[in-house]
């Protein structure tokens, strides 16, 4: 394999990792706040629908399209906002109702606005410019950096932003805080319920932004099937990561680089499913999982021992 299928390959791991690290970004402030969101899924789809049809009537302005699916999306996430902290819904019933109501809702709304079945495509689209960074774009290997979409390099910036404001800024403590204990969090005078509303409102607005990557840069169309278990994925990896930004953007790229070597594999004809290499990064991640299940039980198991020892002691 020369230099050069080796940059294709790792630039298009960074193209594909792009939408799971916005809705991973987005979804390990829930999880950080102590809300288990699943419905990084349907955010997304509302967000790639979005995007598609204010491109559409905007004339093809994919800036429009970017920031409309933002917003659609943070407002969408309010529903769910309002189901998890007004009414006290189980997260994961929830999560499950905004994943189905985001499907049912994109698809209804492709017939009636657009009176198609199945997938739109804007009648014109002024498609983004790549970004190619001097002196990087003409080094090998490293060139995969450049030539990436704005999109891209704003979700590499949100991961900085994301781990300073996390674990430098007293917004970051008060999210942790309402993760670990409401009740000692309203002690110290956080309100839990805004804390919430304001982690799932970013998560709606990052998501809708990867379904806008989706629908306006990665393809120039909207799909009813285009997410494809990708909020799932994004979800898979901020789990893994333990909810960093650092380590659960890192996991996002092993997801990208599953999807890029398989379909670098389709490209060159070899005799191998690409599916087999997708279910690697699954595979990896599921084992790992479980060894860190087993050893957080075992430490468990050595705290309690350790306290009952003492007690016998005295």
């Known amino acids: 394999m020369n230099i050069a299928v080796i940059s294709d390959t790792l630039a298009s791991?960074?193209?594909?990792?792009?939408?799971?690290m916005l809705m991973a970004l987005g979804g390990l402030l829930c999880q950080r706040a102590g809300v288990f969101n699943?419905?990084?899924e349907g955010f997304s789809l509302v967000g790639a629908f979005a995007a598609v049809a204010v491109v559409q009537f905007t004339g093809g302005n994919v800036w429009a399209g970017l920031i409309g699916a933002m917003l659609v999306g943070a407002l969408y996430s309010a529903l769910f906002a309002l189901f998890v902290t007004k009414f006290k819904a189980d997260n994961i019933i929830a999560s499950i109702a905004m994943n189905m109501l985001g499907a049912g809702l994109t698809s209804y709304l492709l017939r009636a606005m657009f009176e198609v079945q199945g997938a739109y495509s804007p009648d014109k689209i002024h498609k983004l410019n790549m970004i190619h960074i001097p002196v990087i774009k003409d080094i090998p290997i490293l060139n995969c950096i450049s030539g990436?979409?704005?999109?891209?390099?704003?979700?590499?910036?949100?991961?900085v932003v994301i781990y300073i404001m996390l674990f430098k800024t007293k917004m970051g403590l008060s999210i942790c805080a309402v993760g670990e204990s409401e009740v000692?969090?309203?002690?110290a005078g956080i309100k839990p319920a805004l804390v919430k509303w304001q982690v799932i409102l970013i998560s709606g607005a990052?998501?809708?932004?990867?379904?806008?990557?989706?629908?306006?840069i990665s393809v120039s169309q909207f799909s009813e099937d285009m997410i494809q278990g990708r909020g799932f994925n994004a979800f898979t990896a901020l789990v893994f990561g333990n909810a960093h930004p650092v380590f659960s953007s890192l996991v996002t790229?092993?997801?990208?680089?599953?999807?890029?070597v398989g379909i670098r594999i389709e490209l060159v004809g070899m005799n191998i499913s690409p599916s087999i290499i997708k279910m690697f990064p699954f595979l990896f991640a599921i084992f790992a999982l479980a060894i860190s299940s087993y050893t957080t039980?075992?430490?468990?198991?050595?705290?309690?021992?350790?306290?009952?020892?003492?007690?016998?002691?005295?």
């Open 38 to 40: 699943i419905a990084l």
């Open 148 to 159: 990436q979409s704005i999109v891209t390099y704003f979700a590499i910036f949100l991961v």
């Open 13 to 20: 791991m960074i193209r594909i990792a792009t939408p799971l």
């Open 253 to 260: 790229l092993l997801f990208g680089l599953a999807d890029a």
């Open 206 to 216: 990052l998501s809708g932004l990867a379904g806008a990557y989706l629908s306006t």
């Open 184 to 187: 000692a969090a309203k002690t």
């Open 297 to 314: 039980k075992l430490k468990v198991k050595g705290v309690i021992g350790h306290k009952k020892k003492k007690e016998k002691t005295a």
